[in-house]
């Protein structure tokens, strides 16, 4: 399989509870970004990393909100305390930087997270 | 505030016709604009995509357009199939490699 994986796909759970997520990039694809998406809007860009260093991270990404990637290949995002307000669909995907000049990103099917 | 705006939540086609699919965007600085298509239940494909230096890039069936003065790009689909039928999101970057910056979508219906 050459595509991005993302594992669990469905997660349900309870306000204030811990949920982690987790994405397997393409293989050799250094650049890694994860994405928020809600009912009718469009995926909403959390953070991104190269290799191991987290790059960026989106103002909108409350301190709740963790992610890593340690070795460089697969990455976790991590939610702690979750609220009602963070039910939605979460997308991974990943590119080679400079490979490309149009920086396609390859996205992963996403986790759809239900806070009750 | 909505950096990329897709003003037109759905759009219908009759199967062989053109499809037409519009964006806008306020942000000057950005250099890369992408196309992506998304079926229910799986991620967003990459479709099609245009740097800033260009005003035209055709794949096939799909042509991307620019026009930077006017801050708007559009996706032309012809002609159009069935198959078609899905959200498509524009999308945007600032930097090589960076984050992308998405419109709401347009659901495109493709009527046989």
């Known amino acids: 399989d050459t595509g991005v994986s993302q594992n669990p796909r469905h997660k349900i759970t309870k306000r204030g509870q811990n949920v982690t997520f987790r994405c397997d990039p393409i293989?050799?694809?250094?650049?890694l970004y994860w994405y928020r998406q809600t009912l009718g809007q469009g995926p909403e860009f959390l953070t991104y990393?190269?290799?191991?260093?987290?790059?960026?991270k989106s103002r909108l990404l409350s301190d709740r909100f963790s992610a890593e990637r340690p070795k460089g290949s697969f990455s976790t995002l991590e939610i702690q305390r979750t609220e009602q307000g963070d039910s939605a669909m979460y997308l991974c995907?990943?590119?080679?930087?400079?490979?490309?000049?149009?920086?396609?990103?390859?996205f992963g099917p996403g986790t759809r997270l239900t806070v009750l | 505030d909505q950096q990329v705006k897709q003003n037109s939540p759905s759009l219908s086609v009759q199967e062989g016709r053109i499809s037409i699919l519009n964006c806008d965007y306020t942000?000057?600085?950005?250099?890369?604009f992408l196309w992506y298509k998304k079926y229910p239940a799986e991620g967003p494909t990459f479709l099609i995509s245009?740097?800033?230096?260009?005003d035209k890039n055709e794949d096939g069936r799909f042509t991307v357009f620019l026009n930077k003065s006017a801050k708007h790009l559009s996706l032309h689909i012809v002609p159009s199939q069935p198959g078609d039928s899905a959200v498509y999101f524009c999308a945007a970057s600032s930097v090589q490699g960076g984050k992308l910056i998405f419109g709401q979508g347009t659901e495109l219906s493709v009527k046989p």
């Open positions: 995907a990943s590119s080679l930087a400079w490979d490309s000049p149009y920086n396609e990103q390859f």
């Open positions: 990393f190269q290799n191991e260093a987290q790059l960026e």
């Open positions: 293989s050799e694809h250094n650049r």
């Open positions: 942000n000057s600085m950005f250099d890369y």
């Open positions: 245009i740097s800033s230096i260009k």
